[in-house]
Structure formats: structure tokens, C-alpha cells
């Protein structure tokens, strides 16, 4: 385990109190978004090679982390992810915000007749975040305290053609971060679910240089976390990133299957 500190300049925005661990470490949106909630925290990185976490480790300890930690995590090691929740939990002191913020896009085409692809997107985007989330609810359910920061998508509101693999996943995610935020009311912890649009960034590049072009009200990746941190600080449950999405998914959830199906990505 790497880590690296630096006495925090400014006046933290929100109470610093609790560990601020980061699942998916090389994320853009995790980072983002940890930077924005770092000032005053002991943050800790968890990836794969957590020795080369040098630039995010950088980013947050400008941005006000008092110290930034690396740990190993393989999102698809499942058997390990209890052991590695408990202690974070034992080192790091109470955990204040724990963002969960690792994934796959996956390739469609590919996984409409490859079983082992979609199983990998299944099983990565779905499957290893509940072996993730299950043992962190219970953390903070013992310390009556901390937020769990989800990210969703609103490709699993209501999954599309283009791309139903990865959306059916999110919406798997969706279904569970939902009853879990609601197992968590009353016991001082709580989540919020995240639900961002087509985020341009790491992620999709290769799918825009496929040719795919961005969809209507698209954010990147600062623009995410901004919104996240901005419903982090207000309390909120959820977060429909840009909140205009909201409405227009409502919409859309009554729209015929004939129709839906003809819609781009």
C-alpha cells in the first residue's frame, strides 16, 4: 500500500469527518467527483497496479486530502472484496463517503453473440458491485454513519436496442442502490444514486471514434462531479445529471416498444 500526504491549505466545504475511498481509482468521474469531496479526508485510492496511481493521488492531494492512500482491488475478485472493505474500515478510521465508480462500457455488437463478453460486462458492472456494496452497507450501518456515492446511468431507466448488455446491468445497479438506499434510511448512513446521461470521456472515446456521436445534453466527466457534489452537499438521495433528463425519461418509459426500439443510442 502506497501512500502520500500534504498538509490541507484550504478550509474544507463540507464536514471532513470519515475516510473518503475511492472504488475504481483510474476512474474519471470517480476522481472528479473525489476531488471535489476531498478537502480535510484521508482518501484512499483502491485499483488494479495501485502504484501507478501517481497523477489521481497528485489531483486530490492539490485539491485538500490531508493524505492520499493506494490500496489493490480487482473489481472482479469477489471472494476478496469483504476481507478489503473491513480493512479500509480498520486502517482508515470511519469511512465518510465511499464512491463506487468502476465499470465496463463493454462491446455490444460482440456481446449479442459472444456468452463470455456479456458475462464480463454482467459480471463486472452488476454482479462485482453488489460484492462491493453488500460489505460496505454493513460498515457503515455498524458505524451509523457515511455516504455511498453509486453511479448509475440512465441507459438502464429503460434499456435500449444500441445497447442492451450494459444498459440492462445499470439497470440491475439502479434496482439495487435504490432498495439499498432504502434499507440504509434510519441507521445515519445513506446513498446516493447518481444517473448521469452519455458522459463523454475515457470511457466512450472509442465509441465516438466508431463514429457514434454524443447524445443530446451530454456532460463530461467535471461536469458529472459537480453535480454529484453539489447533491452530496444537499442531502439529496438521487441525481439526474443534467436534471432535465428526469423528466424526459419519464416521458420516455410511455413511449409504444416499436417506437423505442427505432431510437439511436
Not at 460498515?139 to 442492451?164: D, K, M, P, W
Request: aromatic share 6%; net charge positive; proline share 5%.
Amino acid at each position: 500500500m502506497a501512500s502520500r500526504s500534504r498538509g490541507a491549505s484550504a478550509r474544507p466545504d463540507t464536514d471532513p469527518s470519515g475516510a473518503l475511498v475511492l472504488f475504481g481509482g483510474r476512474s474519471e468521474i470517480g476522481v472528479a467527483t473525489a476531488a471535489r469531496l476531498a478537502p480535510g479526508r484521508t482518501v484512499v485510492l483502491a485499483a488494479r497496479r495501485p502504484d501507478d496511481l501517481v497523477v489521481e493521488s497528485a489531483r486530490l492531494l492539490d485539491a485538500g486530502a490531508t493524505e492520499v492512500h493506494t490500496v489493490a482491488f480487482d473489481a472482479n475478485d469477489t471472494d476478496s472484496h469483504p476481507t478489503l472493505v473491513a480493512s479500509l474500515a480498520e486502517r482508515h478510521g470511519p469511512i465518510g463517503i465511499a464512491i463506487i465508480a468502476f465499470g465496463i462500457l463493454g462491446d455490444q455488437a460482440r456481446a449479442e453473440t459472444d456468452v463470455a463478453h456479456a458475462l464480463q460486462i454482467a459480471h463486472t458492472d452488476y454482479y462485482a458491485h453488489i460484492s462491493v456494496l453488500t460489505p460496505l452497507a454493513s460498515v457503515l450501518r455498524t458505524q451509523g454513519s457515511g455516504t455511498i456515492i453509486v453511479f448509475s446511468s440512465v441507459a438502464g431507466v429503460r434499456v435500449r436496442r444500441a445497447n442492451y448488455v450494459y444498459g440492462s446491468t445499470k439497470a440491475g445497479l439502479d434496482g439495487f442502490a435504490s432498495g439499498l438506499a432504502d434499507a440504509l434510511h434510519g441507521t445515519g448512513a445513506r446513498l446516493l444514486l447518481a444517473r448521469p446521461g452519455f458522459v463523454i470521456g475515457a470511457m466512450t472515446r472509442d465509441l465516438m471514434a466508431s463514429g457514434v456521436k454524443p447524445a443530446p445534453l451530454s456532460r463530461d466527466a467535471e461536469q458529472v462531479a459537480d453535480a454529484v457534489a453539489h447533491a452530496f452537499r444537499k442531502g439529496r438521495g438521487e441525481v439526474w445529471i443534467p436534471g432535465t433528463l428526469r423528466p424526459l425519461f419519464f416521458g420516455m418509459r410511455l413511449l409504444p416498444r416499436a417506437v423505442w426500439r427505432r431510437l439511436p443510442r
